[in-house]
């Protein structure tokens, strides 16, 4: 098993920036797809950017060139660096993993561990 535990959320205006962070503990090894999805009440969960253990990283259309996906293998840490926030962003925030390769349009189906959440709210 393998727990996962983010940090990170909070109130800001539009326009401002945020970075989440999410710990990973207990059986890490072979972990070869992290990500950060969201959700509003009433929506499905949404990917928002992942990574997988090549190092190849994938965007929601919404975020691209606003949010930056990282990751230190070292500490066992994700990182969801969000500039340029909008109202629209606002939602409670999941790091996932799972033991497959990241798909090209990552699903909440397809990962096994999930954090608890933090909420996200910008205000305009």
């Known amino acids: 098993q393998q727990q996962l535990a983010e940090s990170g959320g909070g109130s800001v205006q539009a326009g401002g920036s945020l970075t989440l962070t999410c710990v990973a503990s207990g059986y890490t090894y072979s972990t070869h797809c992290r990500a950060w999805f969201r959700q509003v009440p009433g929506q499905e969960r949404e990917a928002v950017a992942s990574?997988?253990?090549?190092?190849?990283?994938t965007y929601a259309n919404s975020v691209k060139g606003r949010f930056f996906i990282s990751k230190d293998n070292a500490k066992n840490t994700l990182s969801l660096q969000m500039n340029s926030l909008k109202p629209e962003d606002t939602a409670l925030y999941y790091c996932?993993?799972?033991?497959?390769?990241?798909?090209?349009?990552?699903?909440?189906?397809?990962?096994?561990?999930w954090g608890q959440g933090t909420q996200v709210t910008v205000s305009s």
């Open positions: 996932a993993a799972d033991h497959k390769y990241c798909s090209d349009l990552p699903q909440s189906r397809d990962f096994r561990y």
């Open positions: 990574v997988d253990s090549s190092d190849i990283i």
